[in-house]
């Protein structure tokens, strides 16, 4: 329960000792006991009083006017109770307990009590605030009190820190008045009383409104009575405070300026985001304009493209036959003029058809829209193709007869060639009694004495003729094909053997020269001494091994010999096995010319061996020098990423300056790559004078090009998302400032109180109600999907650049829409064209349909439908 009743106790606006409040920083007590110049007696400097009274009433009546009513003097409109709960009630959105309608006193401080109760139970701790004090029109108590709920309703829910109320409030000053001469806010005090502070604060966001060149630094009245109209008739932000006060006063007054500049803040978050939700829509009307375009290029293409093809398609197939050759040479030129002339641009175009239907569908996936359907018939994929036709006679019996393809037959086709003959036989069989029964008709006839015997008789005899030719072509190809299989069957066993003798010589030879190309490593005389003897042990046995080779070889060659006697032209290579005499005859050779190479290889080594320690320490010297190098680079990398000062085109400059540096070492290490190749070449394994081995060196060398390049990389695509989302070189420096500035250990990561700090800073309404918490983690699962509880500067900028300058979902395009409309469910063209540039607003008025829900008015335009049309989906 709160203590109200603290007697005999000078007011103070907070306690001196340290407490937590609700909803995680400080709470109002804690934040006040550390503001050390604001001390309790400063309320008795009655120039403060007056500001106060003047300024805590008005911003009284800014929200009781909601509910219809205002206070006059604030010292005595409170005692009852009934005008403070109603206050509270309005500035919280939340019901407080039914007030007492008594007139006597016990019913004043009843009411007072439940306003206080409901104070305290929002986390603040006050201490020698009662409710008699209140009810008695105690002006120092009511004053202490109005200051206590502003500081909780107003500025402590710009703060995450225990002391960031006004430090959060300030840095917002400071970063939307930096542009501007003669302005420099470095308090709320005295950096208020020339008024252009407050004018500029005003320009900044609505430029319109204040002429900022014509101001005087010299002429503070007319700058702050400027100010302070242009807020109270365009901003709906009442007058709460006199320039002649704040002019004529030392040192103004904390609490009223702190207070007034608050309402500045409210009401531009307001703004903000109505300028935000009109660059979203902007950029998401643009991509669907740019996506219609790539629509409209692509039916155009796919088109133009599908009627050539309709065209030339009949030109291919037509096949009449020309009558004269320079009619079939013009035929063939025009053909040629096709193939080289008009077919290559049309491939051409029909790659580029499918690279443009792959960009366009590719852009919408990324923004969320529907899938391209290109009009019927235009899902082109068209095979141009040709047809050549192809004929050729068919032999008759006789030319198959004579065909000599048993000769360069393998065996399994002599075999089938064979069955094929013996069913051709058979079938000439079946045809024998066919002939005998022409010649035996013949024979009637011509006994007969029929008139036209003669033609008969010469037709009988060409078929008798043919017959008999047709069988003596029939024994001559079963000889042949007989013949032919058994000398192939003789060629098949010899390559068998072949096959047999070869395959394991050819694996000893492979062997051999494997072993005698084999890198081999020593540190003794007598290991040399071992391997020479082994050496000389396998040049013993290479007679036996020619002798072999050449009986492989006398087999190869005795089927090759019965093969070309017999007019037998084999098909391919030994179908046993890939080893050829060549590769044979090859390989040997090569062993041959290993066999000394060998030698002298086994005799070079003992004096490598004395070469290999000078080889190390040459390394060693060099590898000491560059791997510390890079080591030091890569923590100075390390710390210009964290400390990147100026714009991000001085900042690339300077990194790629750091990085031709880094280029510029590479001598060194060719240098050492040399020296590392004479330790290879050497075959030296172990270097105990180095820590360092080539490979580390060059891990090293890749990592730190890697992560200059990659920081470079970060700048670009820093400067790509300021560019292609239209990011001001301003914000982009305001993004990086704000995040440095709440970085307080230099870690390139925010926690999230530091976060929301920051976002503050910047304008974003994440107060700590429960509309600003729903938001605050609604960012905090953008920025942080993985739950670390940290967020990097890239996530900031990438959620930066998507806040202002993009969006992708539906629901945020209509939110955008609802914001420009007012809250209302439709939105007027005359709306639209307020809002919008002339030409997407003229898009969106072209493609909304009526709104026709029960609230529409003449002229209202459905955006929700419109929104979620863009992204394929269905009405909300």
């Given at each position: 329960?709160?203590?109200?009743?603290?007697?005999?106790?000078?007011?103070?606006?907070?306690?001196?000792?340290?407490?937590?409040?609700?909803?995680?920083?400080?709470?109002?007590?804690?934040?006040?006991?550390?503001?050390?110049?604001?001390?309790?007696?400063?309320?008795?400097?009655?120039?403060?009083?007056?500001?106060?009274?003047?300024?805590?009433?008005?911003?009284?009546?800014?929200?009781?006017?909601?509910?219809?009513?205002?206070?006059?003097?604030?010292?005595?409109?409170?005692?009852?109770?009934?005008?403070?709960?109603?206050?509270?009630?309005?500035?919280?959105?939340?019901?407080?307990?039914?007030?007492?309608?008594?007139?006597?006193?016990?019913?004043?401080?009843?009411?007072?009590?439940?306003?206080?109760?409901?104070?305290?139970?929002?986390?603040?701790?006050?201490?020698?605030?009662?409710?008699?004090?209140?009810?008695?029109g105690n002006a120092k108590m009511t004053l202490g009190m109005i200051?206590?709920?502003?500081?909780?309703?107003?500025?402590?829910?710009?703060?995450?820190?225990?002391?960031?109320?006004?430090?959060?409030?300030?840095?917002w000053c400071q970063r939307k008045t930096a542009p501007y001469k003669?302005?420099?806010?470095?308090?709320?005090?005295?950096?208020?009383?020339?008024?252009?502070?407050?004018?500029?604060?005003?320009?900044?966001?609505?430029?319109?409104?204040?002429?900022?060149?014509?101001?005087?630094?010299?002429?503070?009245?007319?700058?702050?009575?400027?100010?302070?109209?242009?807020?109270?008739?365009?901003?709906?932000?009442?007058?709460?405070?006199?320039?002649?006060?704040?002019?004529?006063?030392?040192?103004?007054?904390?609490?009223?300026?702190?207070?007034?500049?608050?309402?500045?803040?409210?009401?531009?978050?307001?703004?903000?985001?109505?300028?935000?939700?009109?660059?979203?829509?902007?950029?998401?009307?643009?991509?669907?304009?740019?996506?219609?375009?790539?629509?409209?290029?692509?039916?155009?293409?796919?088109?133009?493209?599908?009627?050539?093809?309709?065209?030339?398609?009949?030109?291919?197939?037509?096949?009449?036959?020309?009558?004269?050759?320079?009619?079939?040479?013009?035929?063939?030129?025009?053909?040629?003029?096709?193939?080289?002339?008009?077919?290559?641009?049309?491939?051409?175009?029909?790659?580029?058809?499918?690279?443009?239907?792959?960009?366009?569908?590719?852009k919408l996936r990324l923004s969320n829209r529907p899938a391209f359907?290109?009009?019927?018939?235009?899902?082109?994929?068209?095979?141009?193709?040709?047809?050549?036709?192809?004929?050729?006679?068919?032999?008759?019996?006789?030319?198959?007869?004579?065909?000599?393809?048993?000769?360069?037959?393998?065996?399994?086709?002599?075999?089938?060639?064979?069955?094929?003959?013996?069913?051709?036989?058979?079938?000439?069989?079946?045809?024998?009694?066919?002939?005998?029964?022409?010649?035996?008709?013949?024979?009637?006839?011509?006994?007969?004495?029929?008139?036209?015997?003669?033609?008969?008789?010469?037709?009988?005899?060409?078929?008798?003729?043919?017959?008999?030719?047709?069988?003596?072509?029939?024994?001559?190809?079963?000889?042949?094909?007989?013949?032919?299989?058994?000398?192939?069957?003789?060629?098949?066993?010899?390559?068998?053997?072949?096959?047999?003798?070869?395959?394991?010589?050819?694996?000893?030879?492979?062997?051999?020269?494997?072993?005698?190309?084999?890198?081999?490593?020593?540190?003794?005389?007598?290991?040399?001494?071992?391997?020479?003897?082994?050496?000389?042990?396998?040049?013993?046995?290479?007679?036996?091994?020619?002798?072999?080779?050449?009986?492989?070889?006398?087999?190869?060659?005795?089927?090759?010999?019965?093969?070309?006697?017999?007019?037998?032209?084999?098909?391919?290579?030994?179908?046993?096995?890939?080893?050829?005499?060549?590769?044979?005859?090859?390989?040997?050779?090569?062993?041959?010319?290993?066999?000394?190479?060998?030698?002298?290889?086994?005799?070079?080594?003992?004096?490598?061996?004395?070469?290999?320690?000078?080889?190390?320490?040459?390394?060693?010297?060099?590898?000491?020098?560059?791997?510390?190098?890079?080591?030091?680079?890569?923590?100075?990398?390390?710390?210009?990423?964290?400390?990147?000062?100026?714009?991000?085109?001085?900042?690339?400059?300077?990194?790629?300056?750091?990085?031709?540096?880094?280029?510029?070492?590479?001598?060194?290490?060719?240098?050492?790559?040399?020296?590392?190749?004479?330790?290879?070449?050497?075959?030296?394994?172990?270097?105990?004078?180095?820590?360092?081995?080539?490979?580390?060196?060059?891990?090293?060398?890749?990592?730190?090009?890697?992560?200059?390049?990659?920081?470079?990389?970060?700048?670009?695509?820093?400067?790509?998302?300021?560019?292609?989302?239209?990011?001001?070189?301003?914000?982009?420096?305001?993004?990086?400032?704000?995040?440095?500035?709440?970085?307080?250990?230099?870690?390139?990561?925010?926690?999230?109180?530091?976060?929301?700090?920051?976002?503050?800073?910047?304008?974003?309404?994440?107060?700590?109600?429960?509309?600003?918490?729903?938001?605050?983690?609604?960012?905090?699962?953008?920025?942080?999907?993985?739950?670390?509880?940290?967020?990097?500067?890239?996530?900031?900028?990438?959620?930066?650049?998507?806040?202002?300058?993009?969006?992708?979902?539906?629901?945020?395009?209509?939110?955008?829409?609802?914001?420009?409309?007012?809250?209302?469910?439709?939105?007027?063209?005359?709306?639209?064209?307020?809002?919008?540039?002339?030409?997407?607003?003229?898009?969106?008025?072209?493609?909304?349909?009526?709104?026709?829900?029960?609230?529409?008015?003449?002229?209202?335009?459905?955006?929700?439908?419109?929104?979620?049309?863009?992204?394929?989906?269905?009405?909300?």
């Amino acid at each position: 329960m709160v203590d109200y009743h603290a007697a005999n106790q000078s007011y103070q606006y907070g306690p001196s000792s340290a407490g937590n409040g609700a909803g995680g920083g400080g709470s109002v007590g804690d934040y006040m006991a550390q503001e050390d110049d604001w001390d309790r007696d400063l309320l008795l400097d009655p120039a403060w009083e007056k500001q106060q009274r003047k300024t805590f009433t008005a911003w009284c009546n800014s929200h009781l006017r909601k509910a219809g009513t205002q206070i006059e003097n604030i010292d005595e409109d409170f005692r009852d109770g009934l005008k403070l709960m109603l206050l509270l009630e309005v500035i919280s959105g939340e019901r407080l307990p039914k007030p007492e309608r008594g007139k006597m006193r016990v019913h004043k401080i009843n009411n007072v009590n439940k306003a206080l109760d409901f104070i305290a139970s929002k986390g603040v701790k006050l201490v020698s605030i009662g409710a008699e004090e209140i009810v008695d029109g105690n002006a120092k108590m009511t004053l202490g009190m109005i200051w206590t709920i502003i500081l909780r309703f107003a500025i402590q829910d710009i703060s995450v820190e225990e002391t960031s109320a006004k430090e959060g409030l300030l840095l917002w000053c400071q970063r939307k008045t930096a542009p501007y001469k003669n302005v420099n806010v470095q308090n709320f005090h005295i950096s208020w009383k020339d008024g252009l502070a407050f004018n500029a604060l005003i320009h900044r966001h609505r430029p319109e409104l204040i002429e900022y060149d014509k101001l005087r630094k010299d002429d503070p009245v007319t700058n702050l009575n400027n100010a302070f109209e242009v807020a109270e008739k365009y901003l709906d932000i009442p007058k709460m405070l006199d320039a002649e006060d704040i002019v004529n006063t030392a040192r103004p007054d904390e609490k009223a300026i702190m207070t007034y500049v608050s309402s500045f803040y409210h009401a531009f978050s307001g703004a903000q985001k109505a300028e935000t939700a009109a660059n979203r829509i902007c950029k998401v009307l643009a991509v669907n304009q740019e996506n219609e375009h790539l629509m409209e290029d692509y039916e155009k293409l796919a088109s133009d493209l599908l009627e050539w093809i309709r065209r030339t398609i009949p030109w291919l197939e037509d096949r009449v036959p020309q009558k004269t050759i320079q009619e079939m040479q013009q035929k063939l030129e025009d053909f040629r003029d096709y193939r080289r002339v008009h077919k290559p641009p049309k491939v051409q175009e029909k790659c580029q058809l499918e690279i443009n239907f792959n960009t366009l569908q590719t852009k919408l996936r990324l923004s969320n829209r529907p899938a391209f359907m290109p009009s019927e018939g235009k899902m082109v994929s068209p095979l141009l193709s040709e047809y050549t036709l192809l004929s050729a006679p068919t032999p008759g019996k006789e030319a198959m007869l004579k065909q000599r393809d048993y000769e360069t037959a393998t065996l399994s086709d002599i075999k089938a060639l064979i069955r094929k003959h013996e069913a051709f036989e058979s079938d000439l069989a079946a045809h024998q009694d066919r002939v005998e029964q022409i010649a035996a008709i013949a024979q009637e006839l011509n006994e007969l004495d029929y008139y036209d015997s003669h033609n008969v008789n010469t037709r009988c005899q060409r078929i008798c003729d043919q017959w008999d030719a047709l069988g003596s072509l029939t024994h001559s190809r079963r000889e042949a094909l007989e013949k032919t299989e058994k000398q192939l069957e003789t060629i098949d066993q010899l390559h068998l053997e072949y096959a047999k003798r070869a395959a394991p010589f050819n694996n000893w030879m492979e062997s051999a020269m494997e072993d005698l190309q084999d890198m081999f490593i020593v540190h003794t005389i007598e290991e040399i001494e071992g391997l020479i003897s082994a050496h000389d042990q396998f040049k013993s046995t290479l007679p036996d091994a020619d002798k072999e080779r050449e009986a492989i070889l006398a087999i190869h060659k005795e089927a090759q010999r019965i093969a070309e006697s017999n007019h037998i032209k084999l098909s391919g290579s030994n179908p046993y096995t890939t080893v050829t005499p060549q590769i044979i005859n090859s390989k040997w050779e090569k062993v041959q010319q290993l066999v000394p190479k060998r030698d002298q290889a086994l005799l070079e080594e003992q004096s490598k061996q004395q070469s290999n320690e000078h080889l190390r320490r040459q390394f060693a010297s060099q590898a000491n020098i560059v791997g510390p190098w890079i080591q030091t680079k890569m923590e100075e990398i390390g710390r210009i990423s964290i400390e990147m000062n100026g714009t991000l085109e001085d900042q690339l400059d300077h990194l790629k300056q750091y990085e031709r540096s880094i280029v510029d070492y590479k001598p060194n290490l060719d240098l050492l790559e040399q020296q590392h190749q004479l330790i290879q070449e050497a075959l030296i394994f172990d270097n105990k004078h180095t820590n360092y081995t080539m490979e580390h060196i060059r891990v090293g060398w890749e990592q730190l090009l890697t992560t200059i390049a990659r920081t470079i990389n970060e700048v670009e695509n820093q400067i790509l998302t300021r560019d292609a989302k239209g990011i001001s070189q301003e914000q982009m420096q305001e993004f990086r400032a704000s995040f440095n500035h709440f970085d307080k250990d230099h870690g390139g990561a925010l926690g999230p109180e530091e976060f929301k700090a920051c976002l503050i800073s910047l304008g974003y309404d994440v107060e700590n109600d429960r509309q600003g918490d729903a938001e605050f983690n609604r960012i905090m699962s953008v920025v942080d999907p993985n739950h670390s509880g940290l967020v990097t500067f890239q996530a900031f900028i990438d959620f930066m650049s998507r806040e202002t300058t993009d969006t992708d979902t539906a629901d945020q395009v209509i939110a955008s829409f609802k914001v420009l409309a007012g809250d209302k469910n439709f939105i007027t063209a005359e709306e639209l064209r307020r809002e919008l540039p002339p030409d997407q607003a003229e898009y969106c008025i072209a493609r909304m349909a009526p709104y026709q829900g029960p609230d529409a008015v003449l002229g209202a335009l459905d955006y929700k439908s419109f929104s979620t049309a863009l992204y394929g989906e269905s009405d909300l």
